[in-house]
């Protein structure tokens, strides 16, 4: 995960609770926080943050230990493009469930990302000419695996078909999904789909 503007952090001190609270990403991707004041946390993850306020803390304090972790996960914006009935900027949140009744602490919920599925079905469907076996991810790579950017296929009817969830990946921010096109209408991969969940149960017809 890459942490970005709008990110929730939770900071915990060994021995000095003073410090310890939840911090947010400013849109300039800066963490504020005590003595150290300015941190840029944009494109992070959570070990190169970490890292780094030890090192700045070592400036102010003896041995500093800490440990930090994700409050609340900002909103992910996505782009679809290709084969569906909807392109375009889509913004997605992730799910948040409280493992006890009276108790909403970050270490009693469980938060549910956004995978590719979901995206897909926001998109309203397929086109006739989608080629399921061929869907394009572009996404950021952390700049501790060398930043820029990575490309890989997706066969999302190996998902449909044989139930492999390794190819419903979960999304991140500013990924690019691409449903790649065929010219051949591929009936199997329609009849699976359409007994699938994938597409809208109902369509809107207008005639002239």
């Known amino acids: 995960y890459i942490l970005g503007p709008g990110d929730n952090i939770k900071i915990d001190f060994y ?7 939840n911090y947010v990403i400013n849109p300039e991707g800066y963490l504020i926080l005590p003595e150290v004041e300015y941190i840029y946390a944009n494109k992070k993850t959570l070990p190169e943050l970490k890292n780094l306020l ?17 409050e609340h996960y900002r909103v992910l914006n996505v782009i679809l493009r290709g084969e569906v009935n909807q392109t375009g900027l889509f913004k997605l949140k992730y799910g948040r469930e ?5 108790d909403s602490t970050a270490l009693n919920q469980i938060y549910t990302p956004p995978k590719l599925f979901d995206l897909i079905q926001k998109g ?3 086109t006739t000419n989608a080629d399921l076996k061929n869907i394009v991810v572009i996404r950021d790579n952390p ?3 060398g930043g820029g950017k990575i490309k890989t296929e997706i066969n999302l009817i190996s998902l449909l078909e044989n139930g492999d969830q390794s190819q419903n990946i979960i999304l991140r921010d500013g990924d690019e999904i691409i449903v790649g096109r065929t010219e051949i209408t591929l009936f199997d991969q329609l009849n699976t789909v359409n007994k699938s969940n994938l597409t809208p149960s109902t369509i809107n017809v207008f005639i002239n």
């Open 98 to 102: 409280n493992l006890g009744k009276n």
């Open 54 to 70: 030890l090192k700045e803390y070592q400036k102010y304090l003896i041995d500093p230990d800490l440990i930090v972790s994700m």
């Open 124 to 126: 309203e469907g397929i």
């Open 143 to 145: 700049i501790i695996s």
């Open 15 to 21: 021995g000095l609770d003073i410090f310890d609270g």
